[in-house]
């Protein structure tokens, strides 16, 4: 067995394994990235559906204008049957755009329009050649097949390859980014299954079907389709001029009392389903779709959160750490934004001698995959647990888009920024630079502000004549903000308001969270529930904040709070003298 030294090991070469290896390559071209693929060649996956979420990663990756010309339809949006209420409902991505703000605030695209609806192994191919030509060595037909540790750390992995070579691959980092395969969880306990998200997936792929949704004069964009059936739901994707994909989700409960066979229980649905069956009348089933003469795909769709996202030598992302529902299509995005956030982790890992911050730097990591998969697991189990209105959708994630964003949007645009993956992007809108304690200039503060087109404040009222209190207890926590195109993160605080259990991951999500400095903390130290406003400023600036901060950005604070539900007006002890 022959032995091989690098500084990352990343074991698959899917979107997330591309993109963090891509990424570090970038910003360290000195740094040696080994990408291993057991695949000797493209191989079929599914995942086809992606969001515009995952735009800005592209973008940075320098692989945005390969994908946009590889012939993909472009993705406009979704649209839903679900429920007993048969009549469609839809949204567009463009019915909010949040991207002119966060274009102001880290050089993200002026507008995020679309995203595609791909082939995935002409998709990945892109991005595992892409990242080869930025100098990461990517090794096809190589099956990791064991850990290499020492002293309770990951020092690497054993891999072989098609021909029985067997290699030792020693590194600083090993990356998993095998997918649901889960490379490491057969090591590490990483994973932690949901039990009440057991669903399979069975899918096929037709020619001759029209799509469902066809732009006059744009020939190639459209929407998926999502329709719910009595034991499951329906995705209608295309993904080419001449090709759908049918897929078909239900729960391992109800495909065992329809005798267990997957691909009747498929065909009959879908023979039923008055929303397909007339599309796919005259539609053939592609007999040998991925080569291997497969005209029928199974996958489970059993979601999983990660106990943990990373450990000494060692961390996962994309699928291999977290899995939710597809019913919203977060796979590929959550895949591409956890790996950007680990290639950034990885290069301030090295910049950061100190292991004190490094232990900060990977709990953040762990925070943000966490936060990044409630969202969607909250949506998701929301979607299962009830037959819901579009309306009450929206309602749900609009308390998502406010933990993270205090913005006013209406309830159908919170709902497209919470499900296009646009949320993930919203510290963006902080200047980690004007958090630094005395580092803030009057007139540079930079304030959160409606994504709406036209953009406004925040509009939720201050009453200062009633004390002030906070709705819920707050911790102060470390977090790490991206300079997005830098390849660096900067040390900033967080406070996270404990609404909810933060353990509990989908109703974490609840959990109003802000970035602060000093002058935030001890304003919200200031705030005991017996003073109103003057009697909280006056608090604050005897703990030193000075006064054109009180009289600005404290104002615009404390509403963002209020629009957040963590800080409301009126108190018990009003009444106290």
């Known amino acids: 067995m022959r032995t091989e030294r690098r500084d990352v090991l990343v074991v698959g070469g899917g979107p997330a394994g591309s993109t963090l290896a891509a990424l570090v390559k970038k910003y360290a071209p000195e740094r040696r990235v080994t990408i291993l693929e057991r695949a ?17 990663v592209l973008k940075e990756l ?88 020492k002293d309770g750390r990951v020092v690497g992995a054993t891999s072989r390859a098609d021909d029985g070579t067997r290699t030792r691959w020693e590194a600083e980092f090993t990356a998993d ?167 950034y982790t990885i290069l301030e890992h090295w910049r950061r001698p100190s292991e004190g911050e490094r232990g900060l730097l990977w709990a953040d990591y762990g925070a943000y995959c966490r936060d990044a998969a409630g969202q969607y697991l909250a949506l998701a189990l929301f979607w299962y647990g009830n037959d819901p209105g579009v309306a009450k959708w929206w309602v749900r994630a609009r308390a998502l888009q406010r933990a993270v964003l205090p913005a006013e949007l209406d309830d159908k645009s919170a709902f497209i920024t919470v499900s296009s993956g646009l949320t993930q992007h919203c510290d963006r809108l902080s200047d980690a630079a004007s958090l630094d304690d005395g580092a803030i200039e009057p007139g540079e503060y930079p304030f959160y502000r409606a994504a709406l087109p036209g953009g406004r404040e925040p ?53 109003p969270r802000r970035y602060v400095a000093r002058w935030h903390l001890d304003f919200l130290r200031a705030i005991d529930g017996t003073r109103a406003w003057a009697g909280v400023r006056a608090a604050a600036a005897g703990a030193g904040v000075p006064d054109w901060w009180l009289d600005g950005p ?12 963590a800080l409301v007006a009126g108190a018990p002890e009003e009444a106290r003298p």
């Open 177 to 343: 980014c095998s997918g649901q395969a889960g490379f490491l969880s057969r090591f590490r306990r990483v994973r932690e299954y949901d039990p009440r998200l057991k669903n399979v997936a069975g899918y096929a792929y037709y020619r001759g079907a029209p799509w469902m949704f066809r732009y006059a004069g744009h020939p190639d964009k459209t929407k998926i389709f999502v329709c719910s059936r009595p034991s499951g739901w329906f995705w209608y994707i295309p993904q080419g001029a001449d090709l759908v994909s049918v897929g078909f989700v239900t729960t391992v409960e109800r495909l065992k009392a329809e005798g267990g066979e997957l691909e009747a229980l498929f065909d009959r649905e879908l023979a039923a389903c008055e929303e397909l069956a007339p599309s796919l009348a005259k539609a053939e089933r592609v007999a040998d779709f991925d080569g291997q003469g497969r005209s029928f795909f199974t996958h489970s769709d059993w979601s999983y959160l990660p106990v943990a996202s990373s450990g000494p030598g060692w961390l996962a992302c994309g699928d291999a750490a977290v899995f939710v529902d597809p019913v919203l299509s977060s796979g590929v995005t959550l895949a591409h934004l956890s790996a950007h956030r680990a290639a």
């Open 554 to 565: 404290a104002r615009r604070f404390a509403r963002d709070l209020i629009l957040q539900g």
């Open 459 to 511: 509009a939720a009222p201050l009453d200062e004549t009633r004390p002030l209190r906070l709705a819920w207890p707050f911790r102060v926590e470390y977090a790490f903000l991206p300079a997005p195109g830098t390849g660096r993160l900067r040390a900033v605080k967080r406070v996270r308001f404990l609404k909810a259990d933060p353990d509990d991951v989908a109703a974490g999500a609840f959990n």
């Open 62 to 149: 320098g692989v945005f204008e390969k994908i946009d010309a590889a012939g993909f339809p472009r993705k406009l949006g979704a649209t839903y049957v679900w429920g007993r209420d048969r009549t469609p409902w839809e949204h567009d991505f463009n019915d909010v755009n949040m991207t002119e703000l966060l274009a102001r605030h880290g050089g993200m695209p002026e507008r995020l329009e679309y995203a595609w609806q791909v082939v995935r192994s002409k998709y990945d191919e892109i991005l595992l050649a892409h990242a080869g030509r930025l100098g990461v060595e990517v090794v096809r037909g190589a099956q990791a097949d064991g850990l290499l540790e």
């Open 40 to 56: 000797p060649g493209p191989r079929h996956h599914v995942g086809e559906s992606l969001l515009p979420g995952l735009v800005p």
